[in-house]
C-alpha cells in the first residue's frame, strides 16, 4: 500500500531550468493538491484538483502549471526555476467529503527538497 | 482574512512531561479542525480531528480540545516520549471551498531525555 509517492526526493536546479515533480497516488482520491513549505511558515497552496481534467489555483500558483489526465496522477511543472521557488514541496491527496466541509485527511507524500541556484 | 495562529513557535521539555500546544483560528465559516504531526524530513501526518460540535477527542497520549466560540484549540500531550520530538501542525477548513483549508505555521517540540 504506497499511498502517496513523491519523487524525486531531492533536486538542484539552475535558474531558468524546468522541471517537472511527479506524485502519484493509489488510494482513488478525488482531490489532490501540491503545497509548499517554507521555514517558519505554514504549508501553502500552490495548485489542487477536485478530480481528473480539473485544476485551480491555490494561494500561490505563479511559477507552477499541472495538469490532472488521470485519477492517480498529478505533477507540478516549474517553468523557469528561480532562487525564490528553493522550497520543500509536499504533494497530498484526500478523499471528498460529503457536504462540502473539506479537510478530509490529507495524506502526505514524503516531500521534495527543491534547491534552485 | 482566514488565519491559524499557533504557539509557542518552538517548546523543549523533559522526557514523561506534559506539555499543552496552542491553536487560534479566524476562519469562517469554520468547518472543522484538524492537528497534525510532521516528523522531520516526512510529510504530515493526522492525528485528530474535531468538529463544531466536539469539545475534546482523545488518540492515545494526545487529547485535543476545541472551544468554538473563542475559536481556540489545544492539543495536550501526556508522558512525553522521545519520539514525540516533530512539529505539529493545526489546520482549519471553512465550509464549500477545497481550497479553504488554512495551515498554521506549527509548533516545533523537542523532547529531551
Known amino acids: 500500500n504506497a499511498g502517496v509517492t513523491q519523487t524525486p526526493k531531492f533536486q538542484v536546479l539552475k535558474t531558468g531550468q524546468s522541471m517537472t515533480l511527479q506524485c502519484a497516488q493509489d488510494?482513488?482520491?478525488?482531490?489532490m493538491s501540491w503545497y509548499r513549505q517554507d521555514p517558519g511558515m505554514g504549508l501553502r497552496l500552490i495548485h489542487y484538483?477536485?478530480?481528473?481534467?480539473?485544476?485551480d489555483q491555490g494561494e500561490v500558483p505563479n511559477g507552477y502549471n499541472v495538469s490532472r489526465s488521470t485519477t492517480e496522477d498529478f505533477p507540478l511543472r516549474l517553468l523557469s526555476a528561480a532562487p525564490s521557488q528553493t522550497s520543500v514541496y509536499f504533494c497530498?491527496?484526500?478523499?471528498?467529503?460529503?457536504?462540502?466541509?473539506?479537510?478530509?485527511?490529507?495524506?502526505f507524500g514524503q516531500g521534495t527538497r527543491l534547491t534552485v541556484v | 482574512k482566514n488565519q491559524v495562529e499557533q504557539s509557542p513557535q518552538s517548546l523543549i521539555i523533559l522526557e514523561g512531561k506534559n506539555c499543552t500546544l496552542q491553536c487560534n483560528y479566524t476562519v469562517s465559516p469554520f468547518s472543522n479542525l484538524r492537528w497534525y504531526k510532521q516528523d522531520t524530513g516526512r510529510g504530515p501526518v493526522s492525528l485528530t480531528i474535531?468538529?463544531?460540535?466536539?469539545n475534546t477527542k482523545s488518540n492515545g497520549r494526545y487529547t485535543a480540545t476545541l472551544d468554538a466560540d473563542t475559536k481556540q484549540s489545544s492539543l495536550h500531550i501526556t508522558a512525553s516520549q522521545l519520539s514525540d520530538s516533530a512539529s505539529y501542525i493545526c489546520v482549519v477548513s471553512a465550509y464549500s471551498s477545497a481550497s479553504k483549508i488554512i495551515f498554521g505555521s506549527g509548533t516545533r517540540l523537542s523532547i529531551r531525555p
Open positions: 474535531m468538529t463544531f460540535s466536539e
Open positions: 484538483s477536485v478530480g481528473a481534467g480539473i485544476t
Open positions: 497530498a491527496s484526500s478523499r471528498r467529503q460529503e457536504g462540502g466541509g473539506g479537510n478530509t485527511e490529507a495524506f
Open positions: 488510494m482513488n482520491h478525488e482531490y
